[in-house]
């Protein structure tokens, strides 16, 4: 991994780059959390609006572009993690959080339009790079890779949608776009990479080390098809509005979920039993758990789906339904995943100053101290606490709770920079 060099003035060294990554990661998060809250209590709909475009064009480009590069690169070494390129993909992402946020603001839908372009172009460069360096065989040797490179594809679809959608809203009158690209089809089509991408986390730092290795390899081989393609039918039969096949696809990928949560729940028993209580399976474990719950709310909102590109979606009294859906996604499903892959990527970066630790098979040993460790239990916990709250005031529409919970959760997800900070300084 190259170090700081002459000729790139925005090189910096590994262990710096990532600890940048995780401040940036975290706060836009948290941000997104505090504009949705302030949504909530002021009935703005500039904050209702803004807070999940924050949430995917920050969190989701920046998660793909750099994260899942590292583990890519962590299996494949022939990948070089510039990092000068990687910090002009954080500032590039930067700007175009700001300039989406002004868009919505000003109502400016071709501003909107040039910025998805722009992480278009980007995510396009960093999928050539891949593509590129990896054969199609080496890409289908390894099933880890193959989740991997599947959500750079996605990303690139959702970008394409992001800047189609700005067009249609610059231009309502040209009927070449189809109707089905709406707001609702960018965020969903925005989930798609980041729930692709944790899957692979979870075999790569979890199944595939433990016993049995051959049968969960192709156990997990099997699921990216089934998780993949049924997420792509899945998408195919809500623009076609066909009820029957979205309820089967829902059904299927809801049953995977539920066995994928009582294996990983069996797999952490052994884990704690043997090793010790680690953080970030725990988050892993707790993002399943409202995968499952975000799967059985996605059931009811099908249930009573109108049609796509309807606002809203559902009946008024039952837009609980569908809130608590993309709620328990990204507040829990996501965002917990991605805070319990920090959680161990991180932490290998900065102590080798390399991905040497990721390669190996101490991932998952006691990198961080028994304090550090403690504490994010308890973060997870208030995680946990808060997520659940704003589920239950999106039933009772009740904006006090959604307001204070949401601010809390935003804080508790910006912690895990804290946390870690702390225990970088310790060591």
Same mark, same amino acid.
């Given at each position: /991994?190259?170090?700081?060099?002459?000729?790139?003035?925005?090189?910096?060294?590994?262990?710096?780059?990532?600890?940048?990554? &995780?401040?940036?990661?975290? *706060? !836009?998060?948290?941000?997104?959390?505090?504009?949705?809250?302030?949504?909530?209590?002021? $009935? *703005?709909?500039? %904050?209702?609006?803004?807070?999940? +475009?924050?949430?995917?064009?920050?969190? $989701?480009?920046?998660?793909?572009?750099?994260?899942?590069?590292?583990?890519?690169?962590?299996? +494949?070494?022939? !990948?070089?993690?510039?990092?000068?390129?990687?910090?002009?993909?954080?500032?590039?992402?930067?700007?175009?959080?700001?300039?989406?946020?002004?868009?919505?603001?000003?109502?400016?839908?071709?501003?909107?339009?040039?910025?998805?372009?722009? &992480?278009?172009?980007?995510?396009?460069?960093?999928?050539?790079?891949?593509?590129?360096?990896?054969?199609?065989?080496?890409?289908?040797?390894?099933?880890?890779?193959?989740?991997? !490179?599947?959500?750079?594809?996605?990303?690139?679809?959702?970008?394409?949608?992001?800047?189609?959608?700005? &067009?249609?809203?610059?231009?309502?009158?040209?009927?070449?776009?189809?109707?089905?690209?709406?707001?609702?089809?960018?965020?969903?089509?925005?989930? %798609?990479?980041?729930?692709?991408?944790? /899957?692979? #986390?979870?075999?790569?730092?979890?199944?595939?080390?433990?016993?049995?290795?051959?049968?969960?390899?192709?156990?997990?081989?099997?699921?990216?098809?089934?998780?993949?393609?049924?997420?792509?039918?899945?998408?195919?039969?809500?623009?076609?509005?066909?009820?029957?096949?979205?309820?089967?696809?829902?059904?299927?990928?809801?049953?995977?979920?539920?066995?994928?949560?009582?294996?990983?729940?069996?797999?952490?028993?052994?884990?704690?039993?043997?090793?010790?209580?680690?953080? @970030?399976?725990? #988050?892993?474990?707790?993002?399943?758990? /409202?995968?499952?719950? =975000?799967? @059985?709310?996605?059931?009811?909102?099908?249930?009573?789906?109108?049609? %796509?590109?309807?606002?809203?979606?559902?009946?008024?009294?039952?837009?609980?339904?569908?809130?608590?859906?993309?709620?328990?996604?990204?507040?829990?499903?996501?965002?917990?995943?991605?805070?319990? /892959?920090? +959680?161990?990527?991180?932490?290998?970066?900065?102590?080798?100053?390399?991905?040497?630790?990721?390669?190996?098979?101490?991932?998952?040993?006691?990198?961080?101290?028994?304090?550090?460790?403690?504490? =994010?239990?308890?973060?997870?916990?208030?995680?946990?606490?808060?997520?659940?709250?704003?589920?239950?005031?999106?039933?009772?529409?009740?904006?006090?709770?959604?307001?204070?919970? $949401?601010?809390? +959760?935003?804080?508790?997800?910006?912690?895990?920079?804290?946390? &870690?900070?702390?225990?970088?300084?310790? *060591?």
């Amino acid at each position: /991994m190259p170090g700081r060099t002459e000729h790139n003035r925005f090189a910096i060294e590994p262990a710096a780059l990532v600890r940048i990554y &995780l401040s940036v990661s975290v *706060s !836009i998060i948290a941000l997104a959390a505090f504009l949705g809250a302030a949504g909530a209590w002021t $009935g *703005s709909v500039f %904050f209702e609006t803004a807070h999940p +475009y924050v949430f995917f064009v920050g969190f $989701g480009n920046l998660a793909i572009l750099i994260l899942n590069r590292y583990l890519v690169s962590a299996i +494949y070494p022939d !990948i070089v993690i510039d990092t000068g390129k990687q910090m002009r993909y954080i500032y590039g992402v930067l700007l175009s959080v700001g300039l989406v946020v002004l868009s919505l603001y000003m109502d400016w839908p071709l501003l909107k339009a040039l910025v998805s372009f722009f &992480l278009l172009v980007i995510v396009l460069f960093s999928a050539k790079e891949i593509l590129t360096t990896l054969s199609l065989g080496e890409i289908w040797q390894e099933v880890s890779v193959r989740y991997y !490179i599947f959500d750079v594809l996605f990303l690139i679809v959702a970008n394409l949608g992001l800047f189609t959608l700005g &067009l249609k809203e610059a231009f309502p009158e040209n009927g070449i776009i189809p109707f089905f690209v709406t707001q609702s089809s960018y965020f969903l089509g925005s989930s %798609f990479p980041l729930s692709i991408s944790v /899957m692979g #986390f979870l075999y790569t730092y979890a199944w595939r080390r433990a016993s049995g290795k051959e049968l969960i390899r192709k156990l997990f081989s099997i699921w990216s098809y089934v998780f993949v393609g049924g997420v792509l039918v899945f998408l195919v039969a809500i623009l076609m509005g066909h009820y029957l096949g979205m309820m089967l696809v829902s059904h299927t990928l809801m049953l995977g979920v539920l066995v994928l949560l009582v294996a990983f729940a069996f797999y952490l028993y052994r884990f704690f039993s043997r090793e010790f209580s680690h953080p @970030a399976l725990a #988050f892993l474990l707790s993002g399943l758990a /409202m995968l499952f719950a =975000a799967s @059985a709310y996605g059931i009811l909102n099908i249930y009573f789906f109108r049609w %796509f590109g309807a606002v809203p979606p559902l009946e008024w009294d039952r837009m609980w339904i569908y809130h608590s859906h993309t709620h328990a996604a990204l507040l829990g499903w996501i965002t917990f995943s991605f805070s319990g /892959m920090i +959680y161990i990527v991180v932490p290998a970066i900065v102590t080798t100053n390399s991905l040497d630790l990721l390669r190996s098979e101490e991932a998952l040993s006691r990198i961080l101290d028994n304090k550090t460790l403690g504490k =994010a239990f308890r973060q997870l916990a208030v995680l946990l606490a808060a997520a659940t709250s704003v589920l239950v005031a999106f039933f009772f529409n009740n904006h006090l709770v959604l307001t204070v919970a $949401g601010i809390v +959760y935003g804080a508790a997800v910006y912690y895990s920079r804290v946390n &870690l900070g702390k225990a970088f300084r310790r *060591s």
